[in-house]
Structure formats: structure tokens, C-alpha cells
T-cell receptor, first 113, second 114 residues
Framework: KQEVTQIPAALSVPEGENLVLNCSFT??????LQWFRQDPGKGLTSLLL?????REQTSGRLNASLDKSSGRSTLYIAASQPGDSATYLCAVSHRNTGNQFYFGTGTSLTVIP | DTEVTQTPKHLVMGMTNKKSLKCEQHMGHRAMYWYKQKAKKPPELMFV???????INESVPSRFSPECPNSSLLNLHLHALQPEDSALYLC?????????????FGQGTRLTVV
């Protein structure tokens, strides 16, 4: 069974810092990997989708990379802002069960003004 | 339009009540999902519908009954719930199969069982 882990579980940084969130998965036979943001008590907002054939995707201050062979993805956030404070979740869809998403444990990010 | 709409936003129900959660999307997605999320935990998959047919049921108790009346709508019927079923219930949709299965989530229904 696919297991997805995110490190660190919590992160606190001063405003303006660049930061990296990590996601690792045990089975490299994935369809894609998706990064989400979740504000407290709210739904999930899709940030970036990386298909299995891609190495990275960028959107604004966000850059996500994927290394399937090592079972890792990183989400890089440049010039962090207090509005970036949220929980960040990665999720992988598996090649054998394409419509089933396996979620990571999440990283709670606090950006201090 | 990448919106998934869930109603109601909040629901309080007694253990003997029957209620339904609703989810709607107009992106032409043919895969729709129900997830349950407890506080400070990642979402847990409950059900997946693919082309309006139930394709995955993650051993969810029968007091939760999903329904997909058409390609845009997904319901979750609730009956005789327990207090431990209190959680945020999230609906999602995506295209079916292939690599570009980007999932879009609704804002959730906060359910409290009393």
C-alpha cells in the first residue's frame, strides 16, 4: 500500500524567507502528485499538479519538483508571506488505482510577520 | 470554472436523524469522491464514483450511503450516525484516468453529531 509522509510536521519561519516542504512516497508507480493548501476548517485548494512524466511545475512563488525514482517531491515557496500560513498536503495517485489519492500527513506552516 | 460546491456548510444532527450532504460540479469531471477529515489529520477516502458508478468503497459503515444521480451531482446520505462521525466531509472531482487527474475539492461540510 502506498504510504506518503511529509516532513516537517510543522514549520515556523519569518516573513520573506524561502522555504522547502518535503513529501516522500513508498511506491514510485504513481500517475501524478498534487500539492494542496488547506486553511483551518476549510477545503483543499489545489496548488500544483506534477504528472509522472514531469520533473517540476511552477506557479508564481511556488515551485514543485518530482523525483519518482527516489520517491520524493519538494514544494519550494519563495519570499514567504503571512498569507502563506496554512497546512500543506501532498497527494499521489497510483498507477494501478488512478482515481484514488493517497494523502501525506501534512506540514503546518506559520509565517511570522 | 474549477468550483466544487458543497451544501450545507455546517450540519448538526442527532443520532436518530437522517440527513444528506450534497456536492455539485460543472467541470465535466466523471470521477467524484467523498473524503472524511478529522482535526489535524489528512483526508481519508470514503467513496469514489467513476462514470456515475461506485468504483471504490473504503469499507465505510452502512450508515453512510453515497448516491450519484448524474454526472454533476454527488450525495452522501447519513442515518443513525455516532458522535465519532463528527468531522469535515469533503467532496472532490477529477477527470477519470490518465496522468492529468487533477483533483478539485469543495469547501466541505462541517458535521457535528450530538
Amino acid at each position: 500500500k502506498q504510504e506518503v509522509t511529509q516532513i516537517p510536521a510543522a514549520l515556523s519561519v519569518p516573513e520573506g524567507e524561502n522555504l522547502v516542504l518535503n513529501c516522500s512516497f513508498t511506491d514510485s508507480a504513481i500517475y501524478n502528485l498534487q500539492w494542496f493548501r488547506q486553511d483551518p476548517g476549510k477545503g483543499l485548494t489545489s496548488l500544483l499538479l506534477i504528472q509522472s512524466s514531469q520533473r517540476e511545475q511552477t506557479s508564481g512563488r511556488l515551485n514543485a519538483s518530482l523525483d519518482k525514482s527516489s520517491g520524493r517531491s519538494t514544494l519550494y515557496i519563495a519570499a514567504s508571506q503571512p498569507g502563506d500560513s496554512a497546512t500543506y498536503l501532498c497527494a499521489v495517485s497510483h498507477r494501478n488505482t488512478g482515481n484514488q489519492f493517497y494523502f501525506g500527513t501534512g506540514t503546518s506552516l506559520t509565517v511570522i510577520p | 470554472d474549477t468550483e466544487v460546491t458543497q451544501t450545507p456548510k455546517h450540519l448538526v444532527m442527532g443520532m436518530t436523524n437522517k440527513k444528506s450532504l450534497k456536492c455539485e460540479q460543472h467541470m465535466g469531471h466523471r470521477a467524484m469522491y467523498w473524503y472524511k477529515q478529522k482535526a489535524k489529520k489528512p483526508p481519508e477516502l470514503m467513496f469514489v464514483y467513476s462514470y456515475e458508478k461506485l468504483s471504490i468503497n473504503e469499507s465505510v459503515p452502512s450508515r453512510f450511503s453515497p448516491e450519484c444521480p448524474n454526472s454533476s451531482l454527488l450525495n452522501l446520505h447519513l442515518h443513525a450516525l455516532q458522535p465519532e462521525d463528527s468531522a469535515l466531509y469533503l467532496c472532490a472531482s477529477s477527470r477519470t484516468g490518465g496522468g492529468n487527474t487533477e483533483a478539485f475539492f469543495g469547501q466541505g461540510t462541517r458535521l457535528t453529531v450530538v
